[in-house]
T-cell receptor, first 115, second 114 residues
Framework: AQSVTQLDSQVPVFEEAPVELRCNYSSSVSVYLFWYVQYPNQGLQLLLKYLSGSTLVKGINGFEAEFNKSQTSFHLRKPSVHISDTAEYFCAVTFGSSNTGKLIFGQGTTLQVKP | DTAVSQTPKYLVTQMGNDKSIKCEQNLGHDTMYWYKQDSKKFLKIMFSYNNKELIINETVPNRFSPKSPDKAHLNLHINSLELGDSAVYFC?????????????FGQGTRLTVV
């Protein structure tokens, strides 16, 4: 079955420290991968996406992610976080066999940046 | 100008009532979606329309009925509301075809059934 797993439900980190939010997927077909951010009481905003090509993708707000096909992972990283990065982060995939644009989401990771 | 807008943002209603949530997108996209976010923040697709045609209907109770009068609008009508329907409902849109394309989300409608 096709699925997405975010391994950490909460990640507390101090301001200016680096952070990694983990995402793994399960699929027998090709995938397209996304990270979305949800600030409190707001909708989802795209941080970055991997469709093809270079496995290291850069997104907005200094975030980047690396696609690792052998480990079926798409971890999100930022070298130095700010208080304003406190939010819910969702990893999502669409599968190559689907042309509907249907997103399968992970359970979400709450990033808590402390001063 | 808001790309994907939903109304209302908050909706509190009693069990058994019928309510609607409206969604409009001004991005020129052909595909629109409804997602449900539960109390644990888990997001799951409910419906998708492509150019007014229903293309995804996940196992959603018949009490939920989407309607797309044109490709820029996708409304969600819910009959006989139940306590378990309390959630945040997100509308989204993307370009036609959908393969690997970005979905743009609305701000969400927080539905509370009392």
């Amino acid at each position: 079955a096709q699925s997405v797993t975010q391994l950490d439900s909460q990640v507390p980190v101090f301001e200016e420290a680096p952070v990694e939010l983990r995402c793994n997927y399960s699929s027998s077909v090709s995938v397209y991968l996304f990270w979305y951010v949800q600030y409190p009481n707001q909708g989802l905003q795209l941080l970055l996406k991997y469709l093809s090509g270079s496995t290291l993708v850069k997104g907005i707000n200094g975030f980047e992610a690396e696609f690792n096909k052998s480990q079926t992972s798409f971890h999100l990283r930022k070298p130095s976080v700010h208080i304003s990065d406190t939010a819910e982060y969702f990893c999502a995939v669409t599968f190559g066999s689907s042309n509907t644009g249907k997103l399968i989401f992970g359970q979400g990771t709450t990033l808590q940046v402390k001063p | 100008d808001t790309a994907v807008s939903q109304t209302p943002k908050y909706l509190v209603t009693q069990m058994g009532n019928d309510k609607s949530i409206k969604c409009e997108q001004n991005l020129g996209h052909d595909t629109m979606y409804w997602y449900k976010q539960d109390s644990k923040k888990f997001l799951k697709i409910m419906f998708s329309y492509n150019n007014k045609e229903l293309i995804i209907n996940e196992t959603v109770p018949n009490r939920f009925s989407p309607k797309s009068p044109d490709k820029a609008h996708l409304n969600l009508h819910i009959n006989s509301l139940e306590l378990g329907d309390s959630a945040v409902y997100f509308c989204a849109s993307s370009q036609a075809g959908g393969i690997g394309t970005e979905a743009f989300f609305g701000q969400g409608t927080r539905l509370t059934v009392v």
